[in-house]
């Protein structure tokens, strides 16, 4: 999988920041919602 995404130069490590949160969050919900306890970082 691929994303890609258009921001401001000055926002680039703020919007890599912000996915990399989302991704953590998504991971974190999904595996708790399955009774997933125990992932690999």
């Keep these: 999988d691929e994303l890609k995404y ?5 926002d680039s490590y703020r919007a ?3 996915l990399q949160v989302s991704h953590l969050w998504t991971r974190a919900f ?3 919602m399955l ?7």
């Design 6 to 10: 258009l921001v401001k130069e000055e």
């Design 16 to 18: 890599a920041l912000a």
């Design 30 to 32: 999904f595996s708790y």
């Design 35 to 41: 009774g997933i306890e125990d992932l690999p970082l």
